[in-house]
């Protein structure tokens, strides 16, 4: 009945059995030790979830046996008799730094020596009852049901006619609501507000609530109905409030978000929550619902756990920032999608254009090898070539392959996106949604790599003519060839780091693009005194436009070019193995490294091997900067794939049914 651990539960269960007297309410080491070893039994064994076993065990057991029964009653009020629920109600799973980077800091610092807490703290002995970092888990894992079986077989209530109960409830609801209030003055909340609670602020509003009710708590005589009646009018006021918070966050994408403002609606949001809970205690019955008593048992229990979560709390503070960088990065992935043979021509047309750039900057960086200058130098040079040509691609509105995975990711994590729709996404349409993802991606690297060796041969044919000797020969050439080859060298290694490096240039585009919009750049630069008087108004606004439109896709370019065109010079300083390899670039290099050996000089067996790495070099580009976008864009929205496992069917039906739609739309008139 019990699970594996046989010996010792009933061990525990049959000393209490066999007291002759009741644990004192007065004896809190005893109650203590006692809850400890009770919940030991609860908590599941090495390799196994059997929580839900052993706590409906422990629950017959309280049933059948009135004496432990009354043994665990004693042992949780010997605890609640002088135990400060304040930093319970008010503290716990709340960050309690005004920033964002003092909170993080402080989360490091108790890490590595956690902060002391006092003995009559409530949350010092649910830390001592549940002292594993991972308890929380096996308590969420235990059916909510069980667990209100569980308090109610215990019997025990907080009743709002406890005084001592009540006061600190009072007294916690109070802090709350000044801080609540305070936040909600904040110029990055105020300000953003809708028009409507711009003067009659709710954040402010339910403060004077909170302090008539305080009043009416004073109050001697039957006050049950006025209570319910300021209960009823806070929660109304707290549902407004969260109204607030969702129209500041679902503007964000004209406004922009900051950090700061993240986290100052994460700070609201977990107060108002609490506050919500705390005026629960005021409603018709007045005592806590057992249910949503499990509720913030598990709650507090999770908090205390996660409480130094380096990743949780980034997680919640970073969420909507990254929510809005994904949000720009899926707005300008759908242009990247195709659903006609006219929109697949088109890129087919437009990657093509983008490798004739990529010729241009293949012969540049290659000229630029051969300039005497020291490695970080020749880094730079790298860098600004790259740059200028990634750039030259986005202005002139063709195409780069490998620039779209990090968009195109958002744009198919926005369509199960839980905050744009209440319905459940249709899988279907999002298994016909990868298949043109799918089918565009093709297009793009094919457009590309059709102009690429070509376009790279002809320019060192050219080159050859105009000035009399090879751009690359001999040993030189024979080394360019060999660093794409797929097991010859670590070329496929080094594609995923270009892969990460493309996936991080997109977040960089999004977080400037962000930046830009909440910092209203464009209209502060038509106002700014000096470059209006220096620059024709006409000439300013444009520039305002393009700086408030394209200032994030160039910032993105320029780090790109600066990532990949600096990885050499850091394998080198440091010496490591550190490198990228670049599918369109990689093409170039190869088809430059054909022409200076020549056709018949290199084995066909070997080129062959060399082609397929590039092909490798370019999926491996795809698939991890794809994947990295469509994690942060998945988690930024809240979206849990787990819950939609039978997508995966749904793909691989879709395209056994229908495999060339990945490869190439079909041929009608009606999109699909």
Known sequence: ?????????????????????????????????????????????????????????????????????????????????????????????IPLARGFWQELFGRLRHKLLPPLQPENDFLFVLNRVFFRNNDYIWVEDIPRSDWIGFFETLGLSLHIDDRRILRQLVLSLNTLSFQVAQLGLEKEVLHYLPEQYQEENPFVAQNYLVHELEEKLSEEGDRREALVELAEKINAVTGMCHECIDYVRENHSQQGASLHQTYMLLLLANRLERISILVDLLDRDHRFDTGRFVDLFRMLLRNENRKNSILEFMSQSLGYLAYQIAEHKGAKGNKY????????????????????????????????????????????AYSVNYSLGFILIEETHTTLATKQPAFTASAVASSLDTRKSSHQPNLYNLAITVAKVSRSQIASFAGNLI????????????????????????????????????????????????????????????????????????????????????????????????????????????????????????????GIRFDIRHITISAGNTSLAVYGLGF?????????????GVLGIGFLNFLVSFSLAFIVAVRSRGVRLREYPEFLGILWRYFRSNPLDFVRPRRRLVEE
């Open 451 to 574: 102009i690429v060796f070509p376009g790279v041969w002809l320019i060192a044919w050219g080159y050859e003519k105009i000035f009399g000797h090879k751009i690359v020969s001999g040993a030189a050439a024979l080394k360019m060839l060999s660093d794409q080859h797929p097991w010859q060298s670590l070329s496929l290694l080094y594609a995923c780091n270009t892969g990460v490096f493309l996936f991080l240039s997109g977040i960089i585009a999004g977080y400037v693009q962000n930046k830009i919009r909440y910092g209203h750049i464009g209209r502060r630069l038509q106002t700014h005194p000096i470059l209006r008087l220096s620059i024709p108004q006409e000439r300013l606004r444009r520039i305002s436009m393009y700086v408030e439109s394209h200032a994030g896709t160039l910032i993105g370019n320029i780090c790109l070019g600066f990532f990949l065109g600096m990885a050499g010079f850091i394998g080198e300083i440091f």
């Open 337 to 380: 999608i195709t659903s006609s043979w006219a929109e697949y021509r088109a890129m087919l047309t437009s990657a093509m254009g983008g490798g004739a750039w990529i010729c241009l900057v293949v012969l540049i960086k290659n000229l630029l090898i051969k300039l005497p200058m020291a490695i970080f130098w020749h880094g730079f």
């Open 1 to 93: 009945m019990f699970g594996r651990k046989k010996k010792t539960k009933p061990d525990f269960l049959e000393t209490v059995s066999s007291r002759s007297s009741v644990l004192s309410i007065a004896d809190n080491h005893g109650g203590l030790d006692f809850l400890v070893s009770f919940f030991s039994l609860v908590r599941p064994s090495r390799g196994r979830r059997d929580a839900g076993a052993n706590l409906a065990g422990v629950t017959a057991v309280l049933q059948e046996k009135p004496f432990v029964l009354s043994n665990l009653q004693h042992a949780i009020l010997s605890q609640l008799v002088r135990a400060d629920l304040s930093s319970a109600l008010m503290e716990s799973g």
């Open 600 to 612: 018949r000089n290199v084995n066909p067996w070997y080129l062959a091997t060399v082609f397929g």
